[in-house]
């Protein structure tokens, strides 16, 4: 049971997060649960508010996290919860020092991301049956996410106006509600078209308020990352691609294919909604095997 005092300053946090920082509820949600642990850390040692922890007591949480089998991964997400705690309450003078502030962050080794080849991918996007007009609406699912590089829940919340066809772009609003554009290719926009006009109006006819939202279930409602996941699985059965495929995949086939064809860097971390180039610089890798690749099939001593 967590004291009435640490509850009231992981309130003060919850809203700053929520409000000033605008974080999404999954984001607000993901440090609340993160920071609430820290602090049923500290009333085992007899501490009922923050003001009393010291740099040792988050120290001896991430040992203690590591000793319950925590990966490096999960150990460095806590810490990145606890130094947006801790920065914000030195800020507000509940802590007269940020603790966290002199912690290095654990070193990650990145793995590289599954993607498809262009084949693969085209193969992909051929699945959904567009006879039908779920399968119009599945193809132009698959068409955008790979088209703008879009995450899932982006692609659940993309707005009717948000689409500016006659510019070929599209305006996206990621983590953190921030808004980035992003350019959407010819065939994307054809099969939207084809959704916008053939399928979505008969599926707004239903009762369910819809706000705009471009894809729709056949209810009229906002689609769910799980159906949305559901498609994706089952184009790729149908494709009989022997990989783990998922709607990120399609996140990360849109940045390697950028990369391996020579796209600026700075230009995919714009497009990907990436704040830290460091988080887009993972695709370099993948650039240098291709290199790598194409060396040891075209060089007479590859």
Not at 68 to 78: A, D, E, F, I, P
Not at 113 to 134: C, G, H, R, V
Not at 189 to 204: G, I, N
Not at 272 to 281: E, K, P, R, V
Request: proline share 3%; aromatic share 8%; charged share 25%.
């Amino acid at each position: 049971m967590i004291s009435k005092q640490l509850q009231r300053e992981l309130s003060q946090f919850k809203q700053y997060i929520f409000f000033e920082r605008g974080l999404s509820e999954n984001s607000v949600a993901a440090y609340s649960q993160d920071t609430e642990r820290f602090a049923e850390f500290l009333m085992t040692k007899e501490m009922t508010t923050f003001s009393r922890a010291q740099t040792e007591d988050v120290t001896a949480f991430l040992r203690t996290l590591e000793e319950c089998g925590l990966t490096v991964k999960s150990r460095t997400r806590y810490l990145s919860s606890l130094r947006g705690l801790t920065k914000f309450l030195a800020a507000t003078g509940i802590m007269t020092d940020d603790i966290c502030a002199l912690i290095d962050m654990p070193k990650i080794m990145r793995d590289l991301p599954d993607a498809l080849s262009a084949e693969e991918m085209q193969l992909l996007l051929e699945q959904p049956d567009t006879s039908t007009l779920a399968g119009i609406r599945n193809r132009a699912i698959l068409e955008t996410l790979y088209a703008c590089g879009l995450r899932v829940s982006e692609l659940c919340g993309l707005r009717q106006r948000d689409i500016l066809r006659e510019h070929e772009i599209v305006r996206v609003f990621g983590k953190g509600s921030k808004e980035r554009i992003v350019p959407i290719g010819i065939s994307a926009l054809v099969w939207l078209a084809k959704y916008q006009s053939e399928v979505r109006p008969k599926f707004a006819q239903q009762s369910v308020p819809n706000d705009d939202i471009v894809f729709l279930n056949q209810r009229g409602g906002k689609l769910t990352r799980m159906a949305i996941w559901n498609f994706v699985t089952d184009a790729a059965r149908s494709a009989k691609i022997d990989k783990e495929i998922h709607p990120h995949t399609f996140r990360h086939s849109f940045a390697t294919h950028l990369v391996e064809g020579g796209a600026d860097l700075r230009a995919v971390q714009e497009m990907l909604g990436h704040a830290d180039i460091s988080t887009t610089q993972i695709y370099t890798h993948i650039d240098r095997d291709y290199i790598k690749e194409v060396h040891r099939t075209f060089h007479p001593r590859g």
